[in-house]
T-cell receptor, first 112, second 114 residues
């Protein structure tokens, strides 16, 4: 059974600072998704990482995947208030490319 | 394109009552999913469907039933609601074979069982 662990679960940062969210998973997975959820809203897809060494960037967010270490990271550069949200990682599970297992999420708060 | 829609958006039930949540997608997606989200638990898969007429159990299926009679609709039923089923329910869909298979989520249904 695939287990997903995100760290940290809560992150409070100042605007302009950098930080990284970590996503570890327990068994083989060949793709991983990052989602964003604003309070009271639905989930929005940010990135899909399809292979070892994959790196995707959009704005101040950059995601990477190391399938050998079973680790994905979401790096935040020069945080701004608009990035405040909960971020979920979700690797696919059981060799399928559609069943996802979600981490518990990281609640990010960016303070002025 | 409306994407993925869910009805109702909010519902309050008494213990033992039944209800059906409707999910509809207009993206011609083969795969559809029902998740529940509880504080501090992330999203957990209840049931999913890989095509019209098919359903399968996910991580937490007990107390729920589903049906996929039409490709665009995926129904989640609670036959006898319990307080433990108080949660936010999300439906999602994806297109198998597109390579990336991103799941697109609906707006959610907030269910309270008293």
């Amino acid at each position: 059974e695939l287990k997903v662990e995100q760290n940290p679960l809560f992150l409070s940062m100042q605007e302009g600072k950098n930080y990284t969210i970590y996503c570890n998973y327990s068994t083989t997975s060949d793709r991983l998704y990052w989602y964003r959820q604003d309070p009271g809203k639905s989930l929005e897809s940010l990135f899909v990482l399809l292979s070892n060494g994959a790196v995707k960037q959009e704005g101040r967010l950059m995601a990477s995947l190391d399938t050998k270490a079973r680790l994905s990271t979401l790096h935040i550069t020069a945080a701004v208030h608009d990035l405040s949200a909960t971020y979920f990682c979700a690797p696919n599970s059981g060799g399928s490319n559609y069943k996802l297992t979600f981490g518990k999420g990281t609640l990010l708060t960016v303070n002025p | 394109n409306a994407g993925v829609t869910q009805t109702p958006k909010f519902r309050v039930l008494k213990t033992g009552q039944s209800m059906t949540l409707l999910c509809a997608q207009d993206m011609n997606h083969e795969y559809m999913y029902w998740y529940r989200q509880d504080p501090g638990m992330g999203l957990r898969l209840i049931h999913y469907s890989v095509g019209e007429g098919t359903t399968a159990k996910g991580e937490v299926p007990d107390g729920y039933n589903v049906s996929r009679l039409k490709k665009q609709n995926f129904l989640l039923g609670l036959e006898s609601a319990a307080p433990s089923q108080t949660s936010v329910y999300f439906c999602a869909s994806s297109y198998q074979g597109a390579g990336t298979d991103t799941q697109y989520f609906g707006p959610g249904t907030r269910l309270t069982v008293l």
